[in-house]
Nanobody, 119 residues
Framework: QVQLAESGGGLVQAGGSLRLSCAAS????????MGWFRQAPGKEREFVAS????????YYADSVKGRVTISRDRFKNTVYLQMDSLKPEDTAVYYC????????????WGQGTQVTVSS
C-alpha cells in the first residue's frame, strides 16, 4: 500500500493551464505504475492518463490527448499531470492512483483535488 496526496487543483480560465502533483509515501514508489482519473458531478470516474513503473510508457484518454502530459520524478516520489488548453468539460475532481507490479488494477487512491475551468 502506498499513500497518495494530490495537490495543484484550482480555478482557471478556459485555455489556461494547471499542473497537478501527486506525492507518494509509505512504500517503494518505483514499484508502482501511476495513473490519473477524474470524476465530474453526476458522472462516473474516467481514466485520464497513466505511466508505467519505469516511466517509459504512457497512455492518455482520447479526450485529453495532446493537451495533457503525465510524468514522474522518482527522486521526489511525485507524479505530475500537466494540463494545457483546459476546457470547461475538464472540470472534475482529479484523483491520483497507484498499481503495484503484483496487482492487476489500481488499488491505492488519493483524496482528489478539484479542478474547475470557467468559460
Amino acid at each position: 500500500q502506498v499513500q497518495l496526496a494530490e495537490s495543484g487543483g484550482g480555478l482557471v480560465q478556459a485555455g489556461g493551464s494547471l499542473r497537478l502533483s501527486c506525492a507518494a509515501s509509505g512504500s517503494t514508489f518505483s514499484s508502482y505504475a501511476m495513473g490519473w482519473f477524474r470524476q465530474a458531478p453526476g458522472k462516473e470516474r474516467e481514466f485520464v492518463a497513466s505511466i508505467s513503473w519505469s516511466g517509459g510508457v504512457t497512455y492518455y484518454a482520447d479526450s485529453v490527448k495532446g493537451r495533457v502530459t503525465i510524468s514522474r520524478d522518482r527522486f521526489k516520489n511525485t507524479v505530475y499531470l500537466q494540463m494545457d488548453s483546459l476546457k470547461p468539460e475538464d472540470t472534475a475532481v482529479y484523483y491520483c492512483a497507484a498499481r503495484h507490479l503484483s496487482e492487476g488494477s489500481f488499488g491505492s487512491w488519493g483524496q482528489g483535488t478539484q479542478v474547475t475551468v470557467s468559460s
